[in-house]
């Protein structure tokens, strides 16, 4: 296991801003680098709550997460109410499909999206939405920590780079996500750097489908 | 899977990250993602721009929702919490399509649409329809334009129209500027799941007549 006793260290979701994490990070147990990242954090309280059902460490994804999530819904146009109804359903989601996770393929903040945006989907437009065949991973396949680190900090520079975008770019791509753009009105071009996001998930199938020959 | 040459754009990889896609090409997308690890990996990196964009939201949270939600949780029944690995696939259907089918390729219930082609509309919601084709080898679509988007992904077989050859896994976007007609390769029949945002526009005029009929 990755880590043992960090999850009370986090009382307060105030607290994980990164220069405190990335300290409480490189004072573990196991861990060489102090490089981690503060979505390496997410990952391994994600993995208390799937190992030991660990309560303290939802409590902490919860309220980082759970304020994210409600403005998400919010600016996708819900009201109020429904955005607290739903990320209420994604939180517990989070807590009941955790061992679905798989961290070589999405970070805990991408897979925490991935929930949000299919709650939205079938709250807003009462729709189905069909999903990829299913690749899971499971406990039995060792997870590579070192891809896993290296997608979570992919992820964390992908959002640096959007908040350096000029305001119209990044505007427009908030506006897509939040279902205000139908696919034609989509610029394909978003000015993100996701060529290294792509060949590392693209790496981490090819590791998949090598496992489930 | 290296055969795939014919893609998603990033257009529809983003709105279906994004969510912002109608039902019939939500199923195209994950049918052709299933199929193709490149499309996979490429849609994985929209969904960390979804990532960082949930990143940026807030809303206020009352204090009481960490237990409402404990409380929610406490009352939910136990499920198993193993992943489970999928046995390997032998249809030639993808199981997101299969779930819409209802099964496999012989649970189809194809409609003739005359020179051997036969369609099955499939349930979507509104905003676009998607359907299977089936064209027996050597067999014309009737030629044909485009008021929206047409996505057609090659199931089984092949076809070929002005702009390229269309083989398993391969997409074919189609839209305003592209009127074609898509001619099944000779030998087995190509089977291709097809949806489109808009009506077709036939350029002759039996299929003018029969559209509304067959709901093309």
């Known amino acids: 296991m990755m880590i043992a006793h960090t999850t009370s260290i986090f009382p307060d979701?105030?607290?994980?801003?990164?220069?405190?994490?990335?300290?409480?990070a490189g004072l573990r147990k196991g861990v060489e680098s102090?490089?981690?990242?503060?979505?390496e954090d997410w990952t391994a309280l994600l993995?208390?709550?799937?190992?030991?059902?660990?309560?303290?460490?939802?409590?902490?994804?919860f309220r980082h997460y759970a304020p994210r999530v409600k403005g998400f819904l919010m600016k996708s146009g819900a009201a109020e109410a429904l955005a607290e109804e739903c990320m209420q359903d994604v939180m517990a989601t989070l807590w009941q499909k955790a061992h679905l996770y798989d961290p070589e393929r999405a970070s805990v903040t991408t897979w925490v999206f991935t929930i949000a945006r299919n709650r939205r989907i079938d709250a807003l437009r009462r729709a189905a939405r069909p999903e990829p065949e299913d690749l899971p991973w499971g406990p039995e396949a060792e997870p590579d920590q070192q891809a896993a680190l290296e997608l979570a900090q992919d992820t964390e520079r992908l959002g640096a780079a959007l908040s350096t975008l000029p305001e119209t770019q990044r505007s427009l791509i908030e506006k897509a996500y939040f279902g205000?753009?139908?696919?034609?009105?989509?610029?394909?071009?978003?000015?993100?750097?996701?060529g290294t996001i792509k060949s590392r998930l693209r790496l981490a199938l090819d590791r998949l489908r090598a496992q489930m020959k | 899977m290296s055969t795939i040459r014919h893609h998603l754009n990033d257009?529809?990889?983003?709105?279906?990250?994004?969510?912002?896609?109608p039902e019939a090409f939500n199923l195209v997308v994950a049918t052709h993602l299933s199929m193709c690890d490149d499309c996979r990996a490429r849609a994985g990196a929209?969904?960390?721009v979804g990532a960082t964009v949930l990143d940026g939201c807030s809303a206020s949270v009352s204090d009481s929702s960490l237990d409402?939600?404990?409380a929610r949780i406490d009352s939910l029944p136990m499920t198993p919490r193993t992943a489970q690995r999928p046995a390997p696939r032998r249809s030639v259907l993808p199981t997101p399509l299969q779930d819409y089918i209802g099964g496999d390729l012989e649970s189809v219930k194809w409609r003739p649409l005359g020179m051997g082609v036969r369609q099955a509309i499939l349930p979507t919601s509104a905003g676009a329809r998607a359907r299977l084709l089936y064209i027996p080898g050597g067999q014309a679509v009737p030629d044909h334009g485009h008021r929206g988007t047409e996505l057609t992904l090659v199931l089984q077989g092949a076809f070929r129209d002005a702009t390229d050859r269309f083989g398993p896994g391969d997409v074919e976007i189609a839209n305003e500027e592209l009127e074609h007609t898509p001619t099944a390769e000779a030998g087995p029949p190509c089977i291709c799941l097809a949806a489109t945002d808009a009506p077709l526009r036939f350029n002759s005029m039996m299929p003018r007549l029969l559209q509304p009929l067959f709901r093309i």
């Open chain 2, 68 to 70: 409402d939600c404990l």
């Open chain 1, 13 to 24: 979701a105030q607290l994980l801003r990164r220069p405190y994490a990335a300290r409480q």
């Open chain 2, 46 to 48: 929209f969904d960390a």
């Open chain 1, 34 to 39: 102090v490089t981690t990242t503060a979505e």
């Open chain 1, 180 to 194: 205000d753009l139908t696919h034609t009105e989509i610029a394909a071009e978003t000015g993100l750097p996701l």
């Open chain 2, 11 to 21: 257009s529809l990889l983003m709105a279906y990250a994004a969510g912002s896609l």
């Open chain 1, 47 to 61: 993995l208390a709550v799937r190992d030991r059902q660990d309560r303290t460490a939802f409590a902490a994804l």
